[in-house]
């Protein structure tokens, strides 16, 4: 079984300070980690990932997340907001893959607003 | 871009009317997914294609079939549209590059049901 816990449904922070945004995760096996943002009427769209290797993972628009698998955590910063980061954002989690079909768990989304 | 569409893009439906969401991808993936969003809840898979005719449920399928005749299409169905069913329908590919299994998203379908 897998699930993940998002943080704060809500997040907000002023421009130019730091965005923390927390996931936790359960899986029974290793997990591959996903950041999906989600703009105002459009689809989702895939920030960064964690699969394998490196703990600490770079995704776009300046957004990082460190997997910690003692702490069964991937959160999601990014060192200076920008107003066009208002967005929300999805963790997910998939274990692998039973004959290729991937089940990925979805958190309910944290919504990202960012104070002029 | 994984060349995913999805049609239509809004529709308004009445209570007990069938209705049909398509997906369309170019490139061929071998696994296609349906997703409902509503808020609290995130993304819930509804169901799944591994092949062309080759389908399988996730967790909130009840109200719900599809059919998969082309790879690159797979379409979902209503029987018969309940208010509850309003919500917005995505759908998704898997990408198997290097064995790194990673879900694309379409651009989503909002349907209401009045």
């Known amino acids: 079984a897998q699930s993940v816990t998002q943080l704060g449904s809500h997040v907000s922070v002023s421009e130019g300070a730091l965005v923390l945004l927390r996931c936790n995760y359960s899986?029974?096996?290793?997990?591959?980690l996903f950041w999906y943002v989600q703009y105002p009427n459009q689809g989702l769209q895939l920030l960064l990932k964690?699969?394998?290797?490196?703990?600490l993972v770079k995704g776009i628009n300046g957004f990082e997340a460190e997997f910690k698998k003692s702490e069964t955590s991937f959160h999601l910063t990014k060192p200076s907001a920008h107003m066009s980061d208002a967005a929300e954002y999805f963790c997910?989690?998939?274990?692998?893959?039973?004959?290729?079909?991937?089940?990925?768990?979805f958190g309910i989304g944290t919504k990202l607003q960012v104070i002029p | 871009d994984a060349g995913i569409t999805q049609s239509p893009r809004h529709k308004v439906t009445e209570t007990g009317t069938p209705v049909t969401l398509r997906c369309h991808q170019t490139?061929?993936?071998?696994?296609m997914y349906w997703y409902r969003q509503d808020p609290g809840h995130g993304l819930r898979l509804i169901h799944y294609?591994?092949?062309?005719?080759?389908?399988d449920k996730g967790e909130v399928s009840d109200g719900y079939s599809v059919s998969r005749s082309k790879t690159e299409d797979f379409l979902l169905t209503l029987e018969s549209a309940t208010s509850s069913q309003t919500s917005v329908y995505f759908c998704?590919?898997?990408?198997?590059?290097?064995?790194?299994?990673?879900?694309?998203f379409g651009p989503g379908t909002r349907l209401l049901v009045l």
């Open positions: 998704a590919i898997s990408d198997l590059t290097a064995g790194e299994e990673t879900q694309y």
């Open positions: 899986s029974s096996v290793p997990p591959y």
């Open positions: 964690y699969t394998t290797g490196a703990t």
């Open positions: 997910a989690v998939s274990g692998s893959a039973s004959g290729g079909y991937q089940k990925v768990t």
């Open positions: 490139e061929n993936h071998r696994y």
């Open positions: 294609s591994y092949g062309v005719k080759d389908t």
